[in-house]
Protein backbone atom coordinates (compact mmCIF):
# COMPACT_ATOMS: atom_id res chain seq x y z
CA UNK A 1 0.00 0.00 0.00
CA UNK A 2 1.28 3.51 -0.67
CA UNK A 3 3.08 5.66 2.00
CA UNK A 4 0.36 8.55 0.89
CA UNK A 5 -2.45 6.78 2.47
CA UNK A 6 -2.41 8.73 5.28
CA UNK A 7 -2.33 12.26 3.86
CA UNK A 8 -6.01 12.94 3.18
CA UNK A 9 -6.36 12.70 6.99
CA UNK A 10 -3.84 15.75 7.69
CA UNK A 11 -6.75 18.39 6.80
CA UNK A 12 -6.70 19.53 10.65
CA UNK A 13 -3.96 21.32 11.58
CA UNK A 14 -3.21 19.73 14.66
CA UNK A 15 -2.82 16.18 13.00
CA UNK A 16 -0.43 17.83 10.38
CA UNK A 17 1.77 19.06 12.94
CA UNK A 18 1.48 15.72 14.81
CA UNK A 19 2.82 14.12 11.32
CA UNK A 20 5.74 16.64 10.71
CA UNK A 21 6.96 16.34 13.96
CA UNK A 22 7.04 12.20 13.80
CA UNK A 23 8.25 12.08 10.12
CA UNK A 24 10.88 15.08 11.20
CA UNK A 25 11.77 13.41 14.65
CA UNK A 26 12.57 10.57 12.54
CA UNK A 27 14.73 12.28 9.88
CA UNK A 28 12.05 10.07 7.81
CA UNK A 29 12.70 12.65 4.48
CA UNK A 30 10.30 10.81 2.48
CA UNK A 31 7.50 11.07 5.27
CA UNK A 32 8.54 14.72 5.71
CA UNK A 33 8.64 15.40 2.04
CA UNK A 34 4.94 14.09 1.54
CA UNK A 35 3.45 16.11 3.90
CA UNK A 36 4.80 19.51 2.26
CA UNK A 37 2.87 21.51 -0.60
CA UNK A 38 5.11 21.39 -3.34
CA UNK A 39 6.05 25.03 -2.85
CA UNK A 40 6.21 25.30 0.63
CA UNK A 41 8.48 27.70 1.95
CA UNK A 42 9.95 27.91 5.57
CA UNK A 43 10.55 31.50 7.41
CA UNK A 44 13.65 31.52 10.18
CA UNK A 45 13.02 34.73 12.11
CA UNK A 46 15.90 34.95 14.29
CA UNK A 47 14.20 37.29 16.31
CA UNK A 48 17.39 39.10 17.55
CA UNK A 49 16.04 43.12 17.85
CA UNK A 50 19.39 44.41 17.01
CA UNK A 51 20.41 41.98 14.15
CA UNK A 52 16.67 40.49 12.91
CA UNK A 53 17.12 38.30 10.42
CA UNK A 54 14.70 35.98 8.44
CA UNK A 55 15.75 33.78 6.15
CA UNK A 56 13.56 31.75 3.72
CA UNK A 57 13.79 28.29 2.38
CA UNK A 58 11.81 27.24 -0.59
CA UNK A 59 10.84 24.08 -2.21
CA UNK A 60 10.20 20.51 -0.81
CA UNK A 61 14.00 19.40 -0.73
CA UNK A 62 15.49 22.20 0.99
CA UNK A 63 12.66 22.58 3.54
CA UNK A 64 12.52 18.79 4.15
CA UNK A 65 16.01 18.81 5.01
CA UNK A 66 16.08 21.93 7.08
CA UNK A 67 12.78 20.35 9.22
CA UNK A 68 14.58 16.97 9.74
CA UNK A 69 17.83 18.37 10.84
CA UNK A 70 15.72 20.70 13.08
CA UNK A 71 13.41 18.80 14.41
CA UNK A 72 15.42 15.48 14.50
CA UNK A 73 15.83 13.74 17.73
CA UNK A 74 18.67 15.70 19.29
CA UNK A 75 19.92 15.03 23.04
CA UNK A 76 18.59 17.46 25.36
CA UNK A 77 15.62 18.85 22.70
CA UNK A 78 12.07 18.53 23.19
CA UNK A 79 9.45 19.27 21.43
CA UNK A 80 6.09 19.86 22.36
CA UNK A 81 2.85 20.49 20.55
CA UNK A 82 1.11 23.15 21.11
CA UNK A 83 -0.72 25.95 19.46
CA UNK A 84 1.40 29.06 18.31
CA UNK A 85 -0.57 32.56 17.92
CA UNK A 86 -3.27 30.59 17.28
CA UNK A 87 -2.07 28.41 14.68
CA UNK A 88 -1.44 24.87 15.48
CA UNK A 89 2.36 24.27 15.90
CA UNK A 90 5.65 23.35 18.23
CA UNK A 91 7.63 24.74 21.12
CA UNK A 92 10.90 23.61 21.16
CA UNK A 93 13.02 23.57 24.75
CA UNK A 94 16.67 22.77 25.02
CA UNK A 95 17.48 21.42 28.49
CA UNK A 96 14.60 23.10 29.63
CA UNK A 97 14.82 26.60 28.08
CA UNK A 98 12.23 27.69 24.99
CA UNK A 99 14.36 27.87 22.09
CA UNK A 100 11.92 28.36 19.34
CA UNK A 101 8.26 28.46 18.32
CA UNK A 102 6.96 27.02 14.97
CA UNK A 103 3.51 27.77 13.65
CA UNK A 104 2.30 25.91 10.46
CA UNK A 105 -0.03 26.80 8.02
CA UNK A 106 -1.90 24.55 5.07
CA UNK A 107 -2.90 24.33 2.21
CA UNK A 108 -4.98 21.95 0.85
CA UNK A 109 -4.25 19.32 3.37
CA UNK A 110 -0.26 19.89 2.64
CA UNK A 111 1.98 22.15 4.84
CA UNK A 112 2.50 25.70 3.02
CA UNK A 113 4.28 27.85 4.80
CA UNK A 114 6.53 26.72 8.66
CA UNK A 115 7.01 30.19 10.37
CA UNK A 116 9.97 29.55 12.78
CA UNK A 117 11.33 32.23 15.65
CA UNK A 118 13.55 31.64 17.41
CA UNK A 119 14.16 34.30 20.09
CA UNK A 120 13.89 32.88 23.78
CA UNK A 121 13.11 36.20 25.06
CA UNK A 122 9.41 36.65 24.04
CA UNK A 123 9.43 32.96 24.56
CA UNK A 124 9.22 32.99 28.06
CA UNK A 125 5.36 33.30 28.31
CA UNK A 126 4.69 30.44 26.15
CA UNK A 127 2.23 31.41 23.02
CA UNK A 128 1.10 34.71 24.26
CA UNK A 129 0.70 36.72 21.18
Known sequence: ???????????????????????????????????????????????????????????????????????GAQQG???AERPVNGSPGLLLSRDGRRTASIAVDLVGGLVSVVWVRLDPVPLRRGNVV
Open 77 to 79: LEV
Open 1 to 71: MSDTRWLPQLRSGRRAVAALRTAASARDLRRVRALLAPDVSVVVDSGEPEHAKVRVVRGVEDASLLLAHGL
